[in-house]
């Protein structure tokens, strides 16, 4: 009867040293967490808002003026590079700027600084992305804005 105790104890003891291991584990990455390969592609704004007024279509922005400074419906499409354009107006954009995202700070910054968004949210399962521009330094674009962009299927 004792041996079969010994035996049986033996073995419990082997499978609870068989389930525990040395090796770490690989940290588990959120699906949600917003990488820079995760930016390539075309994000379109949907929804932009500023000074608590929204704007979701071009017609929106009529007789809307900030003296020297321009509201826009924006699109970012980042291959490698980024280019940014205004949804409502083809004669407006900046091609080929540099772009890196600060994952700490949660900052995207295009040429270097000249265009700066800070991530308010980022939805991987439905594709969108909140940006405020909280810097440029093209001197044309109203600081403040929060946008609202949706990443498009190809």
Do not use: R
């Amino acid at each position: 009867m004792m041996k079969k105790v010994t035996y049986l104890l033996s073995i419990l003891t082997l499978m609870v040293f068989m389930s525990c291991s040395c090796e770490k584990e690989d940290p588990i990455v959120p699906s949600n967490e917003l990488t820079l390969e995760k930016l390539q592609g075309e994000w379109v704004s949907t929804l932009y808002k500023y000074e608590n007024t929204f704007y979701s279509v071009c017609s929106d922005f009529t007789n809307t003026t900030l003296e020297d400074k321009v509201l826009m419906l924006i699109i970012l499409n980042i291959e490698g590079n980024c280019d940014i354009n205004d949804k409502c107006d083809n004669n407006v954009g900046t091609n080929g700027m540099s772009i890196s995202y600060d994952s700490v700070n949660d900052l995207i910054e295009l040429d270097g600084g000249t265009y700066t968004f800070l991530v308010l949210d980022y939805d991987d399962v439905n594709g969108t992305l909140e940006l405020e521009l909280i810097e440029e330094y093209v001197a044309h674009v109203e600081t403040g804005g929060i946008y609202t962009l949706e990443k498009q299927l190809k």
